[in-house]
């Protein structure tokens, strides 16, 4: 299975605060961008901003909240987000393990010159 990789989405992710921010999200169900500022070390109007990206991506979305928007989660474009982190992990390793065969390769050519220099 090819997952197609959202650069917007990881780009929004990319950012430690963001990040933070979803986390909190997903442990606390939901939050207000007061509610984040205050276990976040950035002020409200930052936390605002960045809600602001996530959204934008999908991540989170809004509901009214009396005079400001609480924000959860998207499921299921945080469950897409967690396949192409799968998908992109996936490409790595055979990647690496190509990588290992390789080198293991070239070890074996190098210990078997090696022993029939001995010889």
């Known amino acids: 299975m090819t997952v197609a990789i959202d650069d ?15 986390d909190l999200l997903l442990t606390g169900g939901a939050g207000t961008a007061t509610s984040l500022s ?5 002020t409200r109007q930052a936390v605002a901003k960045h809600l602001g990206v996530l959204d934008r991506v999908g991540l989170v979305h ?13 499921d299921e ?3 897409r987000a967690v396949d192409q982190l799968a998908a992109v992990g996936a490409a790595w390793d055979a990647r690496l393990n190509r990588i290992k065969r390789i080198a293991e390769s070239i070890q074996r050519t190098q210990d078997q010159s090696d022993n029939e220099e001995k010889r």
């Open 8 to 22: 917007d989405l990881w780009s929004a992710v990319g950012d430690p605060t963001r990040r933070r921010m979803l």
């Open 38 to 42: 205050e276990q976040l070390p950035v």
């Open 62 to 74: 809004a509901t009214p909240y009396g005079r400001e928007k609480r924000y959860q989660v998207d």
């Open 77 to 79: 474009q945080f469950g």
